[in-house]
């Protein structure tokens, strides 16, 4: 009986053992799960950064162009040449009018220096008058002479006012003629200034020495070219495009149920479609302030930049990969 109670006791303790040695086991095992990265994959395409149209507030014709759509440029790279003989010669042949102008306006108007004259004229031949009529009349009143003479002095007064009021007459339209010419003349200069200025802001451009237009942007791609060889560009119109390649933009769309996961700044990774291997880095810069609908669907739009310029080219298709919060 005593062998069958110690036998008993044995198992059980046996029993235990197991139970104990399981549970550690399975304790252990949730303790070094392995966490996964969590992270969302969308579709983007190429686009390069800011644009710029070349062109000038002067018609010029072409010479010669050196470069064509598509190319890679640097700066100071030629981009077409221009003649400027002609702006040169419309430059010169406006500073000469602008001195004649200038000249014209310090010189004042003639007629109504003329009138003026007159006017004093008049009054000094009046205050004569006046006098050979006071001196008349004690010679009439001494009998030395005749009445006819008096009333001859006399009209001759009369007839000096009327002329004195026709001459102030005149030298009123005079002066209404002079500040017409004088405002006509300074509006004249002012459009010699302007025309003059435009053609100075063509010839003194940075963009141009000795009729060579050149790149004034650091790394740059010919987008668009118009012009041609031996063709007239007008005044404004644009010559060629070129956009800014210093910086590669990838434009996407996040749907809206993923916008919590985006914020700026946040570093992503871009791997172009022609090689899937090929990892390059990029950082969240833009996020719309404005959904839309695409494909049926809202989302945001977004933009990532890298610097990574001469693997994308523009256009090209390539996924962004955008890690996430690995809490759920």
Known sequence: MKKISLLLLGLFIMLNLVACNANKDEATTEAVEPVVDRQMEIYGKVSLGDKTQVNFSKGLKVIEVYVKSGQKIE???PLFKVDLDDLKAQAEVLQKQMVATKQQLSLGNPTYGKANLAVRQLRNRLVNAQKLYQDNL?????????ESALKESKNAITELNNS????????????????QTDTLKQVELMQQETQLDAIN???????????VVKCLINK??????????????????????LANASEVIIKANV????????????????????????????????ISAQARIANNETVIPIEITCDKTDLLLPNLNVDVIIPLDNAE
């Open 75 to 77: 700066k100071n790279t």
């Open 220 to 241: 740059a791609l010919i987008v668009d070219v118009v012009i041609q060889d031996g063709s007239f560009l007008s005044a404004y119109q644009p010559a060629l495009t």
């Open 164 to 179: 004195i009021k026709q001459a102030q007459y005149d030298l009123k339209n005079a002066s209404n003629t002079d500040n």
């Open 138 to 146: 004690v010679l009439y009143k001494e009998g030395a002479i005749s």
């Open 201 to 211: 802001k063509v010839l003194n451009s940075p963009m141009i020495e000795d009729g």
């Open 255 to 286: 749907a809206e149920e993923q916008l919590k996961e985006i914020e700026l700044d946040k570093k992503v990774k871009i791997k172009p479609l022609f090689d899937r291997t090929l990892e390059i880095d990029g950082k969240i810069s833009f």
